[in-house]
């Protein structure tokens, strides 16, 4: 025992806080990356921004034909790291996914290769309230 806690529980302990030590430069990491290369917009400026730029739906197809913005091409992420090149880089590219997760790994790879006009819808397509489309079957 040591002050009074078994190794077990004090083991317990340290792992808890290891695993929150880790997220926590995982989040701030993520963060920094996602301000350094793009700007997040809320969705009326994504919505005043996106007719004039490449608007693109990182989602996999299945998500982005159940209902996606109107306007946008689905471009999955998995994807977009072969044919990225499809992108033009003289105009602004806003992109979304279900979060933000994917949109932030897209921008930092988008901004490593050039593009520099990038935008990310706050907190993806589940909290968009405006026009979509779904897919005909």
Same mark, same amino acid.
């Given at each position: 025992?040591?002050?009074?806690? =078994?190794?077990?529980?004090?083991?317990?302990?340290?792992?808890?806080?290891?695993? $929150?030590?880790?997220?926590?430069? =995982?989040?701030?990491?993520?963060? *920094?990356?996602?301000?350094?290369? #793009?700007?997040?917009?809320?969705?009326?400026?994504? !919505? /005043?921004?996106?007719?004039?730029? !490449?608007?693109?739906?990182?989602?996999? @197809?299945? @998500?982005?034909? #159940?209902?996606?913005?109107?306007?946008?091409?689905?471009?999955?992420?998995?994807?977009?790291?072969?044919?990225?090149? @499809?992108?033009?880089?003289?105009?602004?590219?806003?992109?979304?996914? @279900? =979060?933000?997760?994917?949109?932030?790994?897209?921008? #930092?790879?988008?901004? +490593?290769?050039?593009?520099?006009?990038? %935008? $990310?819808?706050?907190?993806? %397509?589940?909290? *968009?309230?405006?026009?979509?489309? +779904?897919? /005909?079957?």
């Amino acid at each position: 025992m040591i002050l009074g806690i =078994s190794k077990g529980l004090l083991t317990v302990n340290l792992v808890i806080i290891a695993l $929150i030590l880790i997220w926590l430069i =995982s989040w701030g990491y993520n963060n *920094w990356r996602r301000n350094h290369y #793009a700007t997040v917009l809320d969705q009326e400026d994504f !919505q /005043k921004g996106m007719r004039k730029a !490449q608007v693109i739906d990182l989602r996999q @197809e299945k @998500e982005f034909n #159940a209902g996606h913005i109107l306007g946008a091409r689905n471009l999955p992420y998995i994807y977009l790291r072969q044919q990225y090149g @499809e992108l033009r880089n003289d105009l602004p590219v806003y992109m979304y996914d @279900e =979060s933000m997760t994917l949109s932030t790994q897209a921008a #930092a790879f988008l901004g +490593k290769h050039g593009y520099k006009e990038l %935008y $990310i819808l706050r907190n993806g %397509y589940r909290e *968009w309230d405006g026009k979509t489309k +779904k897919a /005909k079957y």
